[in-house]
C-alpha cells in the first residue's frame, strides 16, 4: 500500500494545482460571483440552465449562464480535491505513522482544506474582497507545497538516498525564493483585487491610468519582483559549482527560466493592458514557480544510492505536461471569450421617441442630446418623501464615481410638472450639489411626461406616486439597454458593468 501512496498524492497535488487554475480562470474571466450565494448556486444545488429555473426572489437579469457555469465547475473541482486530501490522509495514516514529516504535512492540508472550503463561503460573502481572495490564494500555495513535500518524502523513504552536507547555501536561496514567491502570489492576487475596486472607483479608466492610481502595493510587488530575479540568478550562479543530480540542475535551470517568462508576462501586461489571459498566465507560472522552488528545496541535498529514476525521466514527464498546460491554456482561451461574450449581451428594447423639454438651466433639452453619451435616466418628483430620495442619492453615486468624464451624463425627468418648474429643479440640483451639464433635471407638459414615461420607456406613469424605482440605461445612439431597480444591490452592479460595455464599444 505504501507505493500506492505517492502516486495517490501526485494525482493529488495535480489535481491542487488544477484547482488552483481553475480558481484563476474564475476570477479574470469575472465569474467569481456567478453563483451569488453559497454553497448553493441561485437557490440551487445544480445551477439553473434558463431563467425559468430561479426561485422567485431572483431578478432573471441578475443571472448569467455562462459566468455560473464556470464558477460551479470551479465548486465541484474543488469538491473534488476534498475528496482526494481526505483520501490521502487516510492513506498517510495507514502507511506512514511512524513518518512523522508525511502525517503532519498530510493532517495540515486535510485541516487548511476545511478551512479552504469555509473561506470560499466567506469570499463570496465579501464580494470578492481584495484581502480575503489573497488568504484565499495563500492557503492554496501552502496547500500545495504542503502536497509536495510529502510526496517527495514519502518516495525517499522508499528509496536508499544520502544527504549530502554541502548544499547548505543552495538550500538557504531556495528557502528564501519560496518564501519571496509565495509573498509575491499573495501581494499580486492583491493588487489585482485593488485594481478591481478601482475599476469600481474609476470605471472609464484606461489600463495605465488604473495601475498609476495603484499605492503602497504596486511598489512591494515590484521589490518582491526584483528581488526573485536576484535571488534566481545566484541560485543559477551556485548550483554550477556543485556536483548535484542532473534533475536537480534541470530543475534550477527550470527556476530561470520560468522567472525570465514572468517577466515577459509582464511586460506584455505593460503593453496590451490587463488582458484576461496575460493575467491568468501570470498567476500560472507563479504557482508552478513556487512548487518548483518547494521541490528543489528539498531535492538538492538528496543523493540516491540505487540510481533513482531511469535515465530520460525528466523528458518523458515535461512533454505531457507541457503538451497539458498548453490544451488548458488553450480551453481558458476559449472559457474566458465566452464570459466576455456573455456579459457584453445587453439587450437592445427600443429606442427613445423623439421629445424635447426644458432643463434646471432653462435650456431645451431632448432625444438629440442622449447623441454620442451615454445616459442613465430616472424619473422622479421633488415633493417626493419614500423612493425619490433614495434614487436620488444612488444617481449621485454615480454622478460623483464618472466624476471628470464626458462619456457619461445623467437625466432626471419630474413626473410632477404642476410643481417642478426649472426653478424648483434648479433649487433640487443645488440641493444634492449638481454643476455643470453632466446631470440634467428636466421639466416638460405633464402629458407629455406621461407619455414619454409609460409609451416611450415602458414604465408607469399614472399619477406621481407611481413612478417606477428604476433607472434606465439609454446607449449613444439612443437605444434603451436595460433597466435596473435601485433596491437591488446586484442590479446596481448590472449598471455598472453595462456602463463599462457600452463605453467600452465606443472607444
Known sequence: MKKSFTPLIILTTAATYLLIFVGGLVRVSGAGLGCPDWPKCFGRWIPPTNVSELPDDIAPESFNLVLAWIEYVNRLVGVVIGLLILLTYIVAVACFRRHRGILVATTLTLLLIGIQGWLGGRVVASELAPWMVSVHMGLAV??????????????????????????????????????????????????????????????????????????????????????????????????????????????????????????????????????????????????????????????????????????GTVVRVAMPTATLMFCLLLTALLVIRQAEASRGQLPAYRNIP???????????????????????????????????????????????????????????????????????????????????????????????????????????????????????????????????DIDIPTDMKRLREHIVILAQRGR
Not at 424648483?424 to 453632466?438: F, I, Q, T
Request: aromatic residues 10%; glycine residues 8%; contains cysteine.
Open 142 to 311: 501552502l496547500i500545495v507545497s504542503l502536497l509536495i513535500y510529502a510526496a517527495q518524502k514519502s518516495w525517499y523513504v522508499q528509496h536508499r538516498i544520502e544527504l549530502a552536507s554541502d548544499t547548505g547555501a543552495l538550500r538557504r536561496l531556495l528557502g528564501v525564493l519560496w518564501l519571496l514567491t509565495a509573498a509575491q502570489i499573495v501581494v499580486g492576487t492583491g493588487q489585482r483585487g485593488t485594481l478591481e475596486v478601482l475599476r469600481g472607483t474609476l470605471p472609464l479608466a484606461s489600463d495605465p491610468e488604473l495601475f498609476n492610481a495603484l499605492g503602497l502595493i504596486k511598489y512591494i510587488h515590484f521589490v518582491l519582483a526584483a528581488s526573485i530575479v536576484t535571488v534566481s540568478a545566484m541560485l543559477v550562479r551556485g548550483v554550477s559549482r556543485l556536483q548535484v543530480r542532473r534533475s536537480v540542475r534541470l530543475g534550477i535551470y527550470a527556476v530561470l527560466i520560468l522567472v525570465a517568462s514572468q517577466v515577459l508576462v509582464g511586460l506584455a501586461m505593460g503593453q496590451f493592458g490587463l488582458v484576461p489571459i496575460l493575467q491568468l498566465l501570470h498567476l500560472w507560472i507563479g504557482t508552478i514557480f513556487v512548487g518548483l522552488v518547494m521541490s528543489l528545496y528539498f531535492a538538492v541535498r538528496v543523493r540516491l544510492v540505487d540510481g533513482g529514476p531511469a535515465p
Open 354 to 484: 423623439t421629445f424635447e423639454f426644458v432643463s434646471q438651466h432653462d435650456s431645451p433639452f431632448g432625444t438629440d442630446q442622449f447623441t454620442g453619451r451615454i445616459s442613465v435616466v430616472d424619473f422622479f418628483f421633488t415633493r417626493c418623501g419614500s423612493q425619490c430620495p433614495r434614487m436620488t442619492l444612488e444617481m449621485r453615486k454615480l454622478y460623483e464615481q464618472y466624476d471628470g468624464s464626458d462619456k457619461v451624463q445623467f437625466v432626471s425627468i419630474s413626473v410632477d410638472a404642476s410643481f417642478d418648474t426649472p426653478e424648483v429643479l434648479a433649487d433640487y440640483a443645488e440641493k444634492y450639489k449638481v454643476s455643470g451639464d453632466r446631470w440634467t433635471f428636466l421639466h416638460g407638459p405633464q402629458s407629455d411626461v406621461d407619455s414619454l414615461c409609460e409609451s416611450g420607456f415602458a414604465l408607469s406613469a399614472d399619477n406621481p406616486l407611481n413612478h417606477s424605482p428604476k433607472f434606465i440605461l439609454v446607449d449613444q445612439q439612443g437605444t434603451i439597454r436595460g433597466y435596473y
